[in-house]
């Protein structure tokens, strides 16, 4: 069975423009999760979806906003991109709240 | 506010010894813990988890151990392999039907050939 992809892998982009990065759920699961892991560190929440409706926002700021269609993929969008916002962004699916299967991640450069 | 801690950033241990990697938490209400491991360049990956009214948990050539008195976990591997080298983590849910899991710190896990 597939696992959660995500794409694009690697991203470069300037300080000021914006981002989106996408993600495929693993078949028959319904919630998506958002990530952002800087180097060094744990993964943090940014956001879970379910079935299209935002469950839960962690502390970022409104520069970043996410959404989930109705096939349950899902795309985080970063808006006005700052130096800080280089990491690796990761998206998780689950069929049940907790049980969360991350993706490979996507690794966003901001110059 | 709630955190969840590994206790030592870096374990380095000998091809086919058992490892342990340590994890506290702060939130006495957290019902379910569950540990990742991330290789470099990956996401992290489900290895186990565990609920409050468990102990103890095996899975394949893994245990985890909880003890809710003194809010600590533990993930032991036993007969360590070059395959497990990666960072450990324990994650526990944030806030309630919010979906937010809380991670710690990540503990390097060194095997030794």
């Known amino acids: 069975d597939a696992g959660v992809t995500q794409s694009p892998t690697h991203l470069i982009k300037t300080r000021g423009q914006h981002v989106t990065l996408r993600c495929s759920p693993i078949?028959?699961?319904?919630?998506v999760s958002w990530y952002q892991q800087v180097l060094g560190q744990g993964p943090q929440f940014i956001f879970q979806y379910y079935e299209k409706e935002e469950r839960g926002r962690g502390n970022f700021p409104d520069r970043f906003s996410a959404r989930q269609f109705p096939n349950y993929s899902s795309e985080l969008n970063v808006n006005a991109l700052l130096l800080g916002d280089s990491a690796l962004y990761l998206c998780a699916s689950s069929f049940r709240v907790w049980e969360q299967y991350f993706g490979p991640g996507t690794r966003l450069t901001v110059t | 506010g709630e955190s969840v801690g590994l206790h030592l950033p870096t374990l380095s241990v000998q091809e086919g010894d058992n490892s342990i990697i340590n994890c506290a938490y702060s939130n006495s209400a957290s019902d379910y813990f569950i540990w990742y491991k991330q290789e470099s360049g990956k996401g992290p990956q489900f290895i186990i988890d565990?609920?409050?009214?468990?102990d103890k948990r095996q899975g394949q050539r893994v245990t985890v151990l909880l003890n809710k008195t003194v809010k600590h976990l533990s993930l032991q591997i036993a007969a360590t392999q070059p395959g497990d080298s990666a960072v450990y983590f324990c994650?526990?849910?944030?806030?309630?039907?919010?979906?937010?899991?809380?991670f710690g710190q990540g503990t390097t896990l060194q095997v030794k050939p």
């Open positions: 078949s028959g699961h319904k919630s």
């Open positions: 994650a526990s849910p944030g806030d309630s039907n919010t979906g937010k899991l809380i």
């Open positions: 565990i609920r409050s009214n468990m």
